[in-house]
Structures are given as C-alpha cells and as structure tokens.
C-alpha cells in the first residue's frame, strides 16, 4: 500500500496507522513529498513500485490533499492499481469516479469539517465504493501533527480514531481480489 500525506504533513506523522497496517503483513510506504505537498509529486508512486517489483498488487490512499492526489494516480494507472483508499478526501471531479473500475474505501470523521464534501463524494460513487463513518473523528487525528486551524472538535480519541482507520483499512485491503 503506498500511502500519500496529507499537506504540509510530515509523512512520520501517519507511522502509527502505516505501523498498525503493516502489523497485519502489508507493505505500506509513505513517501516523503516535495514541500510536503502530495500535488508536487503525484507520481512518487512510480518509483516506490518500482523499487518493490516482487510485489504485483498496490493499493494506492492518502489524506486529505494526499487522498486526492492519489485518486489522481489511481485514475492515470488504472491497469496497475487494485484499490484506491480515501482518508478524509475526496477528489477534483467526482465524474470520474463513478463507476471507477477499482473498489474504492472512503473514510470519514464525522467530525471533520470537510465531512460534508467527503459525504457528496461517496453519494456520487456509493455505487461502486465502501463508506466507513468515524463517529467523533476529526481532520487532524488521521495522523500525529500539531493543532489544525479549523479543525473540527473530535470526541474520541487519537488513539481510538487511529484504530478505526487501521481497521477499516486492513478489511478493506483482505476483501480485495488480485
């Protein structure tokens, strides 16, 4: 699983989820991204495929920005990724998800402030895509970095948030047929 972070987030901040998803016997690979930003280098996911060629299925997600620019990988390497995983994203053009060929998992916190974007997103794809709600979550608690203006205010834990998404996603990732 190669997995994008979010912007301006330093990719050691998501070493508790990509740890607790590895624990279950996945490769998971956060790059590091120009000026922390996932749109300066959308296609780092190249050179990580490349760097692992015994391995012949990828899942591609990310965070908020990173979710989007990995969505955008996804869509311009359709014959070469098997899932695409939405934490707190959502993507430019909901159009060219309908339908999409590859399952899609969105994962929402209920308390997120873009929750109500995220929502619009799965209704235009629900057909075709898994939803997994965080009642209590927020933005910020998708990973391990400082206090984010605007945030919404969570009512569960980091910990407990960090769980769900290690969970929801694990599910995803064995529910998928290579």
């Known amino acids: 699983m190669i997995y994008y972070p979010g912007g301006l987030v330093d990719p050691e901040a998501y070493a508790v989820t990509g740890q607790g998803v590895a624990d279950a016997g996945y490769l998971v690979v956060i790059p590091k991204m120009p000026l922390n930003l996932a749109f300066m280098g ?23 920005l990173g ?14 990724i098997d899932g695409l995983i939405m934490y707190a ?23 997120d402030p873009g929750s109500t974007k995220q929502e619009e997103f799965y209704d235009a794809i629900s057909d075709s895509a898994t939803l997994f709600l965080i009642e209590g979550g927020n933005h910020r608690q998708y990973a391990d970095y400082s206090f984010q203006n605007n945030d919404g205010i969570p009512t569960i834990s980091a ?4 769980d769900q998404i290690i ?10 047929n290579y």
């Open 67 to 80: 979710g989007a620019m990995a969505a955008e990988y996804a869509k311009n390497n359709l014959d070469s």
């Open 42 to 64: 959308i296609n780092r996911a190249d050179r990580i495929r490349q760097e692992y060629p015994e391995i012949d299925s990828w899942v591609i997600g990310g965070h908020s």
């Open 89 to 111: 994203s959502y993507p430019a053009n909901f159009d060219a998800y309908v339908d999409f060929p590859i399952p899609i998992l969105t994962i929402i916190g209920t308390n």
């Open 167 to 176: 969970a929801a996603t694990i599910q995803f990732l064995s529910n998928l």
């Open 159 to 162: 910990g407990e948030q960090q």
